[in-house]
């Protein structure tokens, strides 16, 4: 259906009108502050004033220990809970999948709670019970004879950013799993059956049938939980406030820190438009990676 | 053989999800449960065992609500004409939990609103631009949110509007995720009915209100419960945005009961049930909607 320049125009004028007041908060208070930030990374903006620097804080960013800690701790946030999120929303839901319609909603319903009390209520309980004198853990560890004294699982380089990553997987799987247990009913079940009566295995079935058209899920799945374990921050600032010795401190948090503790605004934007460029990449990178996969 | 081997897999399968069940669902029964316990009952000597079950280990008590409870304010204050008008005096902490009912309900209904409008002209309307706005709404999704907080609250507090309740709600408002599937629901809707709309001579907002409201209702329901809980539980823009004590919402206001005194458990606990059980309710009652919501905004078109 073409149409003629002047209905064109018409559709135009009244299709922004309708745009209007999404437009008004979406440039307002998105693209305007997205803009700042960059223009506002190019600067030494701090709680005195604020001159044109240009590179310097890019420069000044890489030689700072702390912030290339923070990176690592990002990068090993993504790279543990990306797979292990992405298997276990996947087999979750596989399971459940086949369940009765009230035993699938309560184990959703289950699996989605961390995600609806949000991460304050969540982190105030785990950081009770990882406590070195008053937690659960280290009461039943040391009452079974494992520890013969409390543990300080978040104060100890070496657990406290797997503590992290624990809590961030039971705030990370219930989006995931609703959207898994929605794409494969989207399966189209004829040729399920076709291929069972056919003798296929179940692994065949999943791998043959199943997998690739949950391929799409798959990726969806990746890029959001790529994205939000990049952003990790409130889980940390609650649990740890990024340390011992910035063992749990993250770019995100660390951005937090620099910004409203440091007022160092121009360094702290600097981070943020690295750690947005670092997204975009991974994110451009899984969608080729798992494309190329489904062509082939 | 293979048989044997199906049913072991599914009760394998079956004790695994039991157990990860439970660990989902104990923090929140430690929560409730700690919440009510009286505060030697919280910590636990070396030795003793935990007290672990409601009437027979824990005798519940109110002494941590009434805690929370104690210190007030006003429920709100407004200056209008030179005139000062104070709310009834409440607690402090029904205050925070007031404040988060009106962020969340001013967010999801200015979303509404907003993304409705957008998502049915992009769905249903050819026009120049389209393409860009589109592609900008997309890649902005893509972009990590909280990198903004920043030049956010530098913006806020320009226009006058840090430490105010709309220093949250703009930008969750103005977040593209609702445009996306109010559009991706507007879709559903057959060109055929509104070419008859314009026939019978309705004008735009006419067709708009009386044709595509009620075929997009069920996107309304997806989007305002999804609104509502990711407003609720903004954290990081609430905690740079709001600092004053009486604009804290509850969240918030856990948080500082935690950094004031982070061994007062049963505090603490009152106030993440506070915060945790109302979202809760909310969320059980209005469930359809919510998987909905997640579906319908993931399938990217």
Known sequence: MSQSPVLRRRETVVSYLFLLPALFFFVGFVVTPMAMGIVTSFTDAHMGGSKFVFLDNYIKLFQDPVFLKSMLNTVIIVVVAVPVVTVFSLWVGSAIYEMRASARSFFRCVFYLPVVTGSVAVVVVWRWMFHTYNGLFNHVLVGAGILDKGFPFLGDTRTALACVILILFTTSIGQPIVLYVAALGNVDSSMVEAASVDGATRMQIFWKIKWPSIMPTTLYVVVITTINSFQCFALIQLLTSGGPDYATSTVMYYLYDTAFKQYQYGYADAMGVILAIVIALFSALQFKVMNGGTTE | ?301
């Open chain 2, 1 to 301: 053989m293979t048989n044997d081997r199906k049913r072991s897999y599914v009760i394998f399968s079956i004790v695994l999800l039991v157990v990860l069940a439970i660990l989902f669902l104990f923090p929140l029964y430690w929560i409730v449960t700690g919440s009510v316990k009286a505060k030697a009952d919280i910590l636990i000597k070396a030795g003793e065992s935990v007290r672990w079950l409601p009437f027979t280990d824990i005798s519940p008590t109110g002494e941590n609500y009434a805690k929370l409870m104690k210190s007030t304010t006003e429920l709100f204050t407004l200056n209008a004409f030179g005139y000062k008008i104070t709310g009834p005096e409440i607690p402090m902490a029904m205050r925070w939990l007031f404040n988060s009912v009106f962020i969340s309900v001013m967010a999801m209904l200015l979303s509404c609103i907003t993304a409705s409008l957008a998502g049915y002209v992009l769905a249903k309307k050819r026009f120049y631009g389209r393409a860009f706005i589109f592609t900008l709404f997309v890649c902005a999704m893509a972009l990590p949110k909280q990198v903004i907080l920043i030049p956010l609250l530098s913006l806020a507090s320009t226009i006058g509007i840090a430490n105010s309740p709309w220093a949250v709600i703009c930008p969750v408002v103005g977040w593209p995720f609702g445009v996306f599937l109010m559009k991706q629901f507007s879709e559903t809707i057959p060109t055929e009915m509104l070419e008859a709309a314009r026939i019978d001579g309705a004008g735009e907002a006419r067709t708009f209100w009386s044709v595509v409201m009620p075929l997009i209702k069920p996107g309304f329901g997806a989007l305002a419960i999804f609104t509502f809980i990711n407003a609720w539980n903004e954290y990081p823009l609430q905690l740079v945005m709001l600092t004053e004590q009486e604009q804290k919402t509850i969240a918030l206001g856990i948080a500082a009961l935690q950094s004031s005194d982070s061994t007062d458990y049963g505090l603490i606990m009152a106030g993440a049930a506070l915060a945790a059980v109302p979202i809760i309710i909310i969320f059980l009652i209005f469930q359809k909607y919510f998987t909905q919501g997640i579906t319908m905004g993931a399938v990217k078109g």
